[in-house]
């Protein structure tokens, strides 16, 4: 059972936007970093955003860094991750996912303990 809840992907035109956003009902996300992976068909899951627990520091994938925002309200119990120009090489299935606060591998999946189910975005005209 998922025990995040990714939305918001969806068919957006090369140079679109989309802001996906991850709830996280009966778990406390202030608690925890957050990160934001994605995984494209015949590729390896890859590490594209992730906030610290206080949300005072962002770390970005190098693809991400100018074009993407990941960022938190600890009070709504919500993370988002806003992308704008978006490529056709950033189409893939994107996942959400929690780990230990005090972590410093921030790009590391296997840091990270629970996930979503993953939303798809396509980028395509």
């Known amino acids: 059972q998922a025990q995040l809840v990714e939305s918001g992907g969806g068919l957006v035109q090369p140079g679109g936007s989309l802001r996906l956003s991850c709830a996280a009902p009966?778990?406390?996300?202030?608690?925890?970093?957050m990160g934001w992976f994605r995984q494209a068909p015949g590729k390896e899951r890859e590490f594209v955003a992730a906030?610290?627990?206080?949300?005072?520091?962002?770390y970005y994938g190098d693809f991400a860094k100018g074009r993407f925002t990941i960022s938190r309200d600890n009070a709504k119990n919500t993370v988002a991750l806003q992308m704008n120009n978006l490529k056709v090489e950033d189409t893939a299935v994107y996942y959400c996912a929690s780990g230990p606060a005090a972590t410093d591998y921030y790009s590391d999946s296997d840091v990270y303990d629970y996930w979503g189910q993953g939303t798809q975005v396509t980028v395509s005209s």
């Open positions: 906030i610290t627990a206080s949300g005072s520091r962002t």
């Open positions: 009966g778990r406390t996300l202030r608690l925890f970093v």
